[in-house]
């Protein structure tokens, strides 16, 4: 990097260069040398990948992209992973550059789609590539902000579809959060876009401090400015609360009801904000991760009446509110809670999370940019890319619900979440503040706060619309090539680099031992083979044995009444036993007789306990109500078993090894006596190399076969979707069929299912209600898997979505014949939703049939009018199917749902 004298003069070249001086002139701060250098190399032609934290400015280099396409006349698309974002940028672009020159296409808003700049999702951008869309003439850069989001298993793959396909006039520029394996990803972008310069920034410009909430008290989590040495006192009150929990463990309750558990008050979500605010870390982000959470946290707060905002403040809020909402009906408004939210947000109180209205998360979100809002609960979806900085975050909690089991934090989401913290230009510092609760562990918090490890992972893989359009526009051959180029392709590759060295090093070992092994008297390597052989035999049989053994001894307990004396013939219950219960209470399985033994004690036996099948010796009387739970009743059994008068153990009789009568083995041992090398008096020294040659050739063939698995995984995927698709008459060899074509249009993660019911018909007699309620199935996932039998509208809708349940299950069957993976079985739980809105229910009776929070109604009822359309672009014209579906959209994009935030 140079010293710093040259690298100051370096960033003062980089600042007089014509085009970028003149963008920087623009702005009112200084740019920081990472941003200078990433701009610098655009400027020269060359492509570019950010990595750099939250809030560091990286968005930077994307508008100088644009604003080179502007200067060079030519187009640049401004791509982000999702929608809210997208509206965003636009605005952002709209107001640097002009409306005339930006543009917005998103599943909801298609605004000046011609224009110089263009900002869309990055599944826009993949569909005009596979369509050929003429909006691509001319393009020159595009800019993939949050690239990390290729991780995403979900839609993942549609960064890497883009960046493989867009042409080679396009430059990309990349930008991404900080990972530790930046440079990887940058290889790879070199390798399959060329020129690439690789930008990691791990400065933050704003510096971030740690600090625990302990009550009312704020502590340092560090005692040094290098986040290594927790500070003592935090240490300290959690071994004393260690200490208290045991101290008090399984104490009474005291008055109230209440066990003592902590020694340190837990502060309400009121008391947090008000210490917050004494503090001066306002505004801030309260990262609850329940939906419930933050709506109680908003009501908590209304019922102390707090209030953190000035008058003139509070009637910039409710112009905004009232401007943002007036489009909406008021029946609407009142179903949704607009009341309650109004009187929250005018007194700089928020929550935020997707169960909101979308237009309610957007106001929100501006009125906290403008630092009217001070204080928003929010869920961890706040964190996705949406520009809302604010002085400090508070976690409430380090544990969060990943939709299948509670799990802890990781470092990256921890990072990703207090990343928040600092707003650059306005704050000195910003705050991660983490709340103290019951067991609290301020070194698992450090650990979190000082780990940099965020691998990104490719999540790609071949779906089978991305199968036809590939095969469409390339030929299968040549599909799998690009495939070969994936960043999962190079990952994987580049993990098969360490195994296969591994493989040469064995190699070479295996060499020495061959030659340690090697006898003057003949072939050890097959004498070695026989002696293995024979082991491999014998271990078989005894095998085989055990497991017949084990078949009679369940038989035999089978048998077993209650009453019955047996011999327990080793282990920690010989002796003598009755038998209480035959089966133990299992109907299924084998039996596990529970029995009382001679010293009084109850236990539960099982065939492991039995090396021979049981039998009753004896038998005593059980009385009807006997309780085992009863020590008189107990004694009194277990003196009736002395009374019998019988010998407490006897020698367990060994089973009869099958070895001494096996054919093979005796061949096998008559083989290794005749064998020249038997009578070598090194044999046992050259054995014992032999049994490492044989271990490390075992190893060696499993590294092999892992790198085998390694190699061409996409493409091997690849050709296996292709023969589903050649099986079901998509595919004929490189021949895209119609139904292929078809196929080619339908985006969604359900597209084989979908083509399949087209084909099928099954839609073709549906009314455009009936479509919606039966296509919403393909799009909606419940949030809980123990959500109750939902509920559907009667007539073609149950027997058209039973058809399509078993429409899956056999592209499932198919699926698993070819080892994929891929299609998820349909969801009906939205289908009464969405056919009740498009025959014309208000919200409030939507709403309080299907027991669903408004902004999770308006996502689906979104996808499920994106999926219409979809289906409506791939059938023809004139078909019912057509015809059906772009009336259900019409039917469905009214109220809440047609409303724009732009």
């Not at 359900?750 to 393909?778: F, K, T």
Request: aromatic content about 6%; proline content about 5%.
């Amino acid at each position: 990097m140079g010293s710093p004298a040259e690298r100051y003069a370096a960033a003062r070249a980089r600042q007089t260069r014509p085009g970028l001086k003149e963008f920087a002139d623009g702005y009112l701060f200084p740019f920081d040398d990472f941003q200078l250098r990433a701009c610098a190399a655009l400027e020269d032609g060359r492509g570019v990948l950010v990595a750099a934290p939250t809030g560091s400015g990286k968005t930077i280099v994307g508008e100088f992209a644009a604003h080179l396409a502007l200067r060079r006349g030519a187009k640049c698309f401004y791509t982000t992973p999702i929608k809210a974002l997208s509206n965003q940028k636009y605005h952002d672009l709209v107001e640097r550059h002009g409306a005339a020159d930006v543009g917005l296409l998103t599943g909801d808003n298609a605004v000046n789609g011609d224009a110089s700049i263009v900002v869309m999702t990055t599944e826009v951008l993949r569909n005009m590539l596979y369509a050929g869309s003429p909006a691509l003439r001319g393009l020159r850069y595009v800019v993939m902000d949050e690239v990390h989001y290729l991780a995403d298993r979900f839609r993942g793959a549609v960064w890497e579809e883009v960046i493989l396909h867009l042409p080679d006039t396009v430059t990309l520029v990349s930008l991404s959060a900080t990972v530790s394996n930046a440079e990887e990803f940058g290889d790879w972008l070199q390798e399959v876009r060329g020129d690439t310069t690789v930008i990691v920034e791990e400065h933050r410009p704003v510096p971030l401090w740690q600090s625990v909430l302990v009550g009312r008290r704020l502590h340092d989590l560090f005692v040094d400015d290098a986040p290594q040495d927790v500070n003592p006192t935090l240490t300290r009150l959690a071994s004393d609360e260690a200490r208290f929990a045991r101290t008090h463990q399984g104490q009474r309750p005291q008055r109230g009801g209440r066990r003592p558990r902590s020694r340190v008050d837990v502060p309400t979500r009121p008391e947090v904000v008000e210490s917050l605010d004494r503090a001066g870390l306002l505004p801030a982000i309260v990262f609850i991760f329940s939906r419930a959470g933050c709506n109680a946290a908003v009501l908590q707060c209304l019922r102390t009446g707090i209030r953190l905002v000035e008058p003139d403040e509070r009637a910039r809020i409710r112009t905004v509110v009232q401007q943002r909402t007036a489009d909406l009906p008021q029946e609407d408004l009142r179903v949704l809670g607009y009341g309650e939210f109004a009187d929250a947000i005018e007194r700089g109180v928020a929550q935020h999370h997707a169960g909101m209205l979308p237009v309610f998360k957007e106001i929100v979100e501006q009125l906290f940019a403008e630092g009217l809002v001070k204080v928003v609960f929010a869920t961890e979806t706040l964190a996705l890319g949406i520009n809302m900085p604010a002085r400090s975050v508070v976690l409430e909690s380090l544990v969060k619900w990943n939709g299948e089991a509670h799990v802890d934090l990781t470092p990256g989401e921890y990072t990703q979440l207090t990343g928040r913290a600092g707003r650059r230009g306005i704050d000195v510092e910003g705050h991660g503040v983490v709340l103290w609760t019951p067991g609290f562990d301020p070194r698992h918090v450090a650990g979190l706060a000082s780990t940099r490890t965020y691998p990104l992972r490719s999540s790609f893989r071949p779906s089978y619309n991305m199968a036809v359009n590939l095969v469409a526009s390339l030929g299968r051959a040549a599909a799998r090539e690009l495939l070969e180029l994936s960043f999962a392709q190079f990952q994987a590759d580049r993990g098969a680099v360490g195994l296969t060295r591994q493989l040469k090093r064995n190699d070479e070992a295996l060499s020495g031992y061959r030659e340690a092994m090697t006898c003057h008297l003949g072939d050890f390597a097959a004498y070695a083979g026989l002696r293995r052989a024979l082991k491999d035999r014998e271990s078989a049989i005894a095998r085989e044995g055990a497991v017949q053994r084990k078949a009679a001894a369940a038989e035999s307990l089978e048998r077993l009444r209650p009453g019955d004396v047996i011999r327990v013939p080793a282990g920690r219950r010989a002796g003598l036993a009755v038998v209480i219960d035959p089966l133990g209470g299992s109907p299924v399985g084998d039996p596990h007789p529970v029995v009382l033994t001679g010293d009084r004690q109850v236990k539960k036996l099982s065939v492991v306990d039995f090396p021979s099948p049981v039998q009753a010796i004896s038998r005593v009387r059980l009385p009807r109500n006997f309780n085992a739970r009863s020590p008189q009743a107990r004694r009194d059994l277990a003196s009736s078993l002395r009374n019998l008068g019988l010998e407490e153990t006897s020698r367990p009789r060994r089973p009869r090894s099958t070895a001494a009568d096996d054919a093979e083995i005796a061949r096998l041992r008559a083989a290794i006596r005749a064998h020249p090398c038997h009578g070598c008096a090194e044999r046992e020294d050259h054995a014992r190399w032999a049994e490492r040659y044989d271990r490390l050739a075992r190893d060696t063939k499993q590294i092999a076969h892992r790198v085998d698995a390694n190699t061409h995984t996409i493409s091997r995927m690849f050709d296996r979707v292709c023969d589903v698709l050649d099986s079901l008459g998509y595919l004929q060899g490189d021949k895209v069929t119609d139904a292929g074509r078809m196929l080619a249009r339908l985006y969604s993660e359900a597209d084989l299912v979908i083509a399949e019911a087209l084909r099928d018909g099954q839609w073709d007699e549906l009314s455009p209600a009936e479509v919606a309620s039966v296509a919403s199935a393909l799009v909606y996932e419940a949030r809980r898997d123990d959500a109750p039998p939902p509920r559907l509208p009667s007539g073609p809708v149950r027997p058209t979505l039973s058809s399509l349940t078993r429409l899956w299950a056999t592209l499932r069957d198919t699926e698993r014949d070819h080892r994929l993976d891929f299609l998820r079985e349909p969801d009906s739980g939205f289908a009464w939703a969405a056919w009740r809105w498009a025959q014309g229910a208000t919200l409030d009776q939507v709403l309080n049939d299907v027991d669903m929070a408004p902004g999770d109604f308006v996502r689906w009822m979104k996808q499920l009018i994106d999926l219409l359309d979809q289906v409506a672009q791939a059938t023809p014209e004139l078909s019912p199917v057509h015809t059906s579906a772009g009336q259900a959209i019409k039917q469905l994009r009214r109220g809440v749902v047609a409303y724009s935030g732009l």
